[in-house]
């Protein structure tokens, strides 16, 4: 059971804009920044957002986060079918002095 | 252009050990702190471990404290975790990859692996 909690599942229609939510306390999210990763199964993890709400270059401006207090969110508008796939919120825990990942959200593109 | 070669993954036996390597070219190794992130079958990804860019500091995630050892050979552009007293459980997709720092706490990584299967079981 991960320190970090986001929803196990998530869907959405083409089209749709989703959010995706990871909630954390001060020892994570709320104090250091938060990274979001996109991986479908079987393929190399890749970064979608970095520090809070950056966007690494080749992402889609179509992924944003955002990060108030304990809690960040990841989300995703103008779903397309090439979304659906895990993703993950990873921060650095000071009390632990380890990285968390949440436990992964699998978004579903009905 | 990054690339990380992790070594091939095995089949092993409760109570063994196995060392992975993951080979590192197309950026200046030892400025980038690197990290060993898993997957277990049906699981969400798992951190492992993490070093530092010079190799003086070093993380591990409880599950594995006292029996894994990460370290890094900048001569040889080379990563590794030493894993030990193997578990059922340590079976898992192992991944490389790359922070955008140096510090051993970064938890942005931009590049990973493609991962190794390593596989613990009589």
């Known amino acids: 059971q991960s320190v970090v909690t986001q929803p196990p599942s998530a869907s959405g229609t083409p089209g749709q804009r989703v959010t995706i939510s990871c909630s954390g306390s001060s020892s994570n999210i709320g104090r250091n920044s938060v990274n979001w990763y996109q991986h479908f199964p079987g393929t190399a993890p890749r970064v979608l957002i970095h520090s809070n709400n950056q966007r690494p270059s080749g992402v889609p401006d179509r992924f944003s986060g955002s990060k108030s207090g304990t809690s960040a969110s990841l989300a995703i508008s103008g779903l397309q079918s090439e979304d659906e796939a895990d993703y993950y919120c990873?921060?650095?825990?000071?009390?632990?002095?380890?990285?968390?990942f949440g436990g992964g959200t699998k978004l579903t593109v009905l | 252009e990054v690339q990380l070669l992790e070594s091939e993954g095995k089949l092993l036996q409760p109570g063994g050990s196995l060392r992975l390597s993951c080979a590192a070219s197309?950026?200046?190794?030892?400025?980038?702190?690197m990290s060993w992130v898993r997957q277990a079958p049906g699981r969400g990804l798992e951190w492992v471990a993490s070093i530092s860019g010079r190799g003086e500091t070093t993380y591990y995630a409880d599950s594995v404290q006292g029996r894994f050892t990460i370290s890094r050979d900048n001569s040889k552009n080379t990563l590794y975790l030493e894993m030990s007293s193997l578990r059922a459980d340590d079976t898992a997709v192992y991944y490389c990859?790359?922070?955008?720092?140096?510090?051993?706490?970064?938890?942005?990584?931009?590049?990973w692996g493609q991962g190794t299967l390593v596989t613990v079981s009589s």
């Open positions: 990859a790359k922070a955008i720092l140096l510090q051993a706490h970064d938890t942005d990584f931009d590049s």
């Open positions: 197309g950026f200046s190794f030892s400025y980038y702190a």
């Open positions: 990873v921060a650095w825990d000071a009390s632990l002095n380890g990285v968390v």
